[in-house]
């Protein structure tokens, strides 16, 4: 019985071995045809030409450069200057009267210094307030007028520190540089760069508007931050024949990064600013037209005297 069974357990064991070995063999048969196979595709390959070669490189150059390389920046180079109209846009007048009105909304009164009623109004897109000052001179309205130009800026200007006319677009506008103090300590005096334009209403109130613009002449200095200013001007309003209203308008944005406690300072100081400078305007008109005065008397700058609004309308 012994013999019997050890002759079944010999015969299973060979079976098992014989499975086992076929197997492994036909493993290492497959895993060396496959080998055999990659070595002769390598013996075989067959590269493409040069030009079929170089066509390629510069189309998967092409596909990379066009697929991973960022778009080219824009131009930085500042825009040219666009000659503006041969009369001042008739809105933005428009927008400065609308200011100089005393009962234009949303303004309010905070002091009345040397006669000069000071107001202001928010900005939702700026820290400084605009401000408005207005005063009646003991000059006529033609004669106050003439003094405000470069010519004679700094003779009630005590914040002007220099300035130039950059360009005579017609004799009515010019594009004028000017600096200034700044009105604190610790705060970066200011430049400006602005378009000038005048005009008459036919009830013979003068407006004299600037708005900030672009010019390639003056760089930009380190010592001067280039402020904007917008809508802002004088309005000057006959009251007689030696009387007249003067409303200084002022819609500036300083630039730059100024703590609220120096915007705070910045407009306390220009709210005394414009009620000293309305009244050497006064003075200075009367000086200059006075008949002992021995400074040239002219009622227009340089450039030219005022447009009429009517003759400006016309012409938009």
Not at 123 to 136: F, N
Not at 194 to 209: A, F, P
Not at 248 to 255: A, E, G, I, M, R
Request: aromatic content about 8%; some cysteine.
């Amino acid at each position: 019985i012994n013999t019997e069974y050890m002759g079944h357990f010999l015969s299973v064991y060979f079976f098992f071995a014989h499975v086992f070995c076929f197997c492994v063999y036909n493993r290492h048969h497959k895993l060396h045809r496959q080998h055999q196979q990659q070595r002769h595709n390598l013996h075989t390959f067959h590269f493409p030409s040069t030009a079929s070669a170089s066509a390629t490189a510069i189309a998967m150059t092409t596909l990379l450069s066009s697929s991973s390389s960022p778009p080219p920046p824009p131009s930085l180079s500042p825009p040219s200057l666009s000659p503006p109209s041969l009369s001042p846009p008739a809105p933005e007048f428009m927008r400065l009267l609308s200011a100089a009105d005393s009962n234009c909304p949303g303004w309010r009164q905070v002091s009345t210094s040397n006669n000069v009623r000071l107001s202001v109004k928010s900005q939702a897109d700026c820290p400084v307030d605009i401000l408005r000052g207005s005063t009646v001179a003991k000059v006529s309205a033609s004669r106050l007028a003439s003094c405000i130009n470069l010519e004679d800026r700094h003779h009630w200007d005590n914040m002007f520190l220099h300035g130039n006319d950059l360009e005579v677009v017609d004799e009515h506008t010019t594009v004028s540089y000017m600096a200034y103090r700044s009105p604190i300590r610790l705060v970066t005096n200011r430049d400006f760069v602005m378009r000038v334009s005048k005009c008459v209403l036919s009830d013979g109130t003068e407006v004299i508007l600037a708005n900030s613009t672009y010019h390639h002449s003056p760089p930009v200095s380190p010592n001067f931050i280039r402020a904007e200013i917008r809508d802002s001007g004088f309005v000057v309003q006959p009251l007689g024949a030696h009387r007249c209203r003067v409303t200084f308008v002022l819609q500036v944005d300083p630039k730059g990064q100024l703590p609220q406690l120096l915007v705070n300072q910045v407009f306390g100081r220009l709210s005394s600013v414009t009620s000293q400078l309305l009244r050497r305007l006064e003075t200075y008109a009367l000086q200059k037209h006075s008949p002992s005065s021995t400074s040239p008397s002219s009622s227009s700058s340089s450039t030219g005297g005022p447009l009429s609004l009517d003759t400006l309308i016309s012409k938009l």
